[in-house]
């Protein structure tokens, strides 16, 4: 594999699951005051996106990394109204 | 142009904007004890990794992208870091 491909993979995990650490910090504090809706609404749109594009260009990694990021926004969402007071 | 680079373009814009809310949000409420600063760190190691990528394969619309949400990334960081308590 090349070393390109490999930095497109890390790139795409690093990003994918930067949603990760602020979905655990929500749930285990049970707060989500300060976390922005909007930024979450508006990730959710460029995901899909990032998706379609991904499957028009048969490209595994884009499909992979932000099917996997629309599901932990999709959870950050869920508990984060769950948690807005 | 095509389709796809239309949905690539608008996908790259939707992902690359999607933390200006929360930005604002912190520069308005002076609030950021819930935005997770491991969420901030993972995501701009990612898109360093990005935009290398994007440098390697000569795509504008991966590095333009990618660097603005390099740019406000850093701001919601240094803010975060200035409204935590």
Redo the contacts between chains.
Sequence with gaps: ME??QL??I?????????????L???IR?K??????M???A??F???V??V??GI??KDWIIIGSNALSLLLNACTVIFSLKYKQ
């Design positions: 070393t390109i930095i497109g890390a790139a795409s995990i690093g990003t994918g699951i930067s949603l990760l650490p602020q655990v910090k929500i504090e707060k989500a005051e300060n976390v922005s909007p930024m979450l508006v990730l749109m460029g995901l996106l990032w379609i594009y028009l260009k």
